[in-house]
């Protein structure tokens, strides 16, 4: 079981990223000249979760560069739900749990600039475990971007023997994917969930290497992307695609229904909507 001083070092490790995440994004603002817009900085909101016990911290955005950026971390404790223990691994025992990680998705201005999310996360029931991925969700895609994307987080699982780069790109497709519409979120990443191999040191070092692809290869594509010009009809497309990211963040993703379901703040866990879109 997960022990208080490895609590520590979860919670503030999520929290380091935060800050060098929202570092770099302000950076590619800061270095941004098109446009009138004044390049954006981060705003950091710190919320309480009152009934039970935690809370977090918002890092929200809007720039020249990123139309809406939120990183937000938190570290959260009390009691699952009776409705919802059946729902998590561990709960249906014992409804106590403890939670910490660092959510982020990211809306870019420009339609040729990709939509990112990425997650890290650690909870312990009765059982203890890891859990999180990226996946990239462009407009208009750009092969060499999908393949550097795809090609950060293999690297990330080849460090370790038993981290699946294909079970996990595989569990990304399934999981992103909308039923309804017969067609995927994105282009895809990596995915994993309940990861326990017994070595806690193991998967935790995983988890911090994914973040750290994370900031390697995103601001790179960034950066490659912004200065394109676009037209009214690319962000008419755009906003359509933000549809559809709408559509599965409200219907199917794990961590929106986590959140409302352990009295998360609901403006943290609603961040991952984009601030203009259309369904036409």
Request: glycine share 10%.
């Amino acid at each position: 079981m997960t022990t208080v001083g490895q609590k520590k070092a979860l919670s503030d490790w999520f929290t380091s990223l935060q800050k060098r995440i929202c570092t770099a994004l302000e950076e590619i603002e800061q270095e941004y000249q098109g446009g009138d817009t004044l390049p954006g900085q981060f705003h950091f909101k710190p919320w309480i979760r009152e009934e039970n016990g935690g809370g977090g911290t918002m890092g929200m955005m809007h720039g020249a560069v990123f139309e809406k950026a939120g990183v937000n971390v938190s570290t959260v404790y009390g009691e699952f739900s009776p409705e919802f223990r059946s729902h998590i691994p561990g709960a249906a025992q014992d409804p106590r749990f403890w939670a910490s990680g660092l959510s982020l998705v990211i809306h870019p201005m420009n339609p040729f600039v990709p939509a990112v999310h990425m997650n890290t996360r650690h909870i312990v029931t009765t059982r203890s475990w890891f859990g999180g991925g990226s996946d990239l969700t462009p407009t208009f895609e750009f092969e060499a971007d999908t393949k550097d994307f795809h090609k950060a987080f293999e690297e990330a699982c080849d460090k370790h023997d038993i981290d699946d780069y294909k079970r996990f790109k595989l569990w990304c497709d399934e999981y992103f994917f909308l039923p309804h519409r017969g067609e995927a979120r994105g282009v895809g990443g990596i995915f994993y969930d309940n990861l326990d191999t017994s070595d806690f040191d193991h998967d935790f070092e995983f988890t911090r290497n994914v973040g750290e692809a994370f900031l390697k290869i995103y601001p790179e594509l960034v950066r490659r992307r912004m200065n394109m010009p676009w037209s009214d009809e690319d962000k008419q497309k755009q906003y359509v695609k933000r549809g559809r990211y709408v559509e599965f963040n409200l219907l199917y993703d794990r961590g929106t229904l986590f959140g409302l379901k352990t009295g998360g703040n609901i403006e943290a866990v609603l961040m991952s909507l984009p601030p203009m879109v259309s369904w036409r």
